[in-house]
Structures are given as structure tokens and as C-alpha cells.
């Protein structure tokens, strides 16, 4: 159900709907959450009802904290928290962030961890974040993601710093420029990469 997100995003209400209708008919599982948060994702990206779908995820987050396996939960479904960015003030969001990359980094999901590294960041760019410590977050990042190999996080990243190099005036090693990176979005077909280049 999850991998239908990015590969068949048209399918995943099917398969979600069919994971409550199961959940309905035999009772609740492991899944069952999976199944729901999903559904609360197709409400909120295909049927644009926000209010519903907010609702159905903060059901969904009361039921992951509940579960023995919360870590592997949090990790596997941490795009769909990013719908609570539309009703609740960014800062509430983000300082969920650092418990969401704890969580990824214990069950071993570097690209979700990669990910909320880059979203942190980026967030508190728009924040207002001091300068200087901001510097100090996107380097941790950037060091992170260069580790882990993670090089579609790790070009985002270095996109969204350099706001922050140009401002506080610290450079950050082996950020690569805009017009590199311009490149390589252009070369990859990423167009969030082109997106974060452009914003910044």
C-alpha cells in the first residue's frame, strides 16, 4: 500500500480503502494502521479534504504512539505526518521532527531519516531560526546524508543552505552552487531539486 504513493499514486486509495474494509470486517491488526493512515493520505492529496483527512491522521498518530512497534511505524509512514503542516502552525510540525529521525535511525531507515534531516532544516530556515545555528544543522545534515549516500536528500540540502550560507556568511564544505545544482536537477529530471534551487 505504501509503495503505490510513488509508483501507482491512483491505486493507493483502492488499497486503502480495502485495508479498512478488512480491518472493518475482521478486526483491527498491525496493518490496520497502515491501511488508515494511507486512507487519511488519499483524502488529503486526491479528495483535497484537508479537514477530514487531518483528523483521520491525528487518529492515526494517537494509534502509532499506542503501538509496540511505533519506531517501524513512525519511520514507514512519516510523509503522511506532513499533512498536519496545512491545519497546525509549522512549528508545531517541526518539533516533531527530531523524534521522527530518532525513530527512522532506530529501525535503520536511512531515507526516511535523510529526509526529516533535510525537512528540519529547511523548515527552520523559514522559521527564523538563528543564522548561526541553522549553519550548524545543515552541516550536520549535509555530513549525514553525504554518509549515507544519500544523494537526492543530500542536493536538496545543499539547495535550501544556501540561503543560509549567503545570509550568516559561513560557507559549509562541498556545497555544491546553484548552477550545479541547477544542472544536476536538469540531468536527473528532479523537478523538487529545480524547485528547491529556484526558491532559494
Not at 521522527?100 to 536511512?110: H, K, P, W
Not at 544523494?151 to 556568511?169: N, P, Q, R, W
Amino acid at each position: 500500500c505504501e509503495y503505490s504513493v510513488i509508483a501507482k499514486p491512483l491505486l493507493l486509495p483502492l488499497l486503502s480503502c480495502r485495508m479498512v474494509r478488512l480491518t472493518l470486517e475482521s478486526g483491527f491488526c498491525g496493518d490496520s494502521i497502515i491501511g488508515l493512515t494511507q486512507c487519511a493520505y488519499s483524502v488529503f492529496t486526491l479528495m483535497d479534504d484537508v479537514e477530514l483527512a487531518y483528523r483521520l491522521g491525528k487518529v492515526c498518530e494517537v494509534l502509532i504512539g499506542e503501538s509496540s512497534k511505533r519506531h517501524a511505524l513512525r519511520s514507514r509512514l512519516c510523509i503522511e505526518f506532513e499533512m498536519n503542516c496545512v491545519i497546525e502552525p509549522l512549528q508545531s510540525v517541526v518539533s516533531t521532527y527530531p523524534s521522527l529521525y530518532e525513530s527512522a535511525m532506530i529501525v535503520g531507515d536511512t531515507d526516511c531519516a535523510m529526509k526529516i534531516a533535510w525537512l528540519y532544516c529547511s523548515a527552520n530556515f523559514y522559521l527564523g531560526m538563528n543564522l548561526a545555528s541553522l549553519s550548524k544543522h545543515f552541516a550536520s545534515c549535509l555530513q549525514k546524508q553525504a554518509i549515507y549516500r544519500q544523494d537526492a536528500f543530500l542536493h536538496l540540502a545543499m539547495a535550501a543552505s544556501g540561503s543560509t550560507i549567503h545570509l550568516s556568511g559561513r560557507a559549509i564544505d562541498g556545497v555544491k552552487s546553484y548552477d550545479e545544482l541547477r544542472e544536476i536537477g536538469e540531468n536527473t529530471n528532479n523537478p523538487l531539486l529545480m524547485w528547491q534551487v529556484f526558491i532559494s
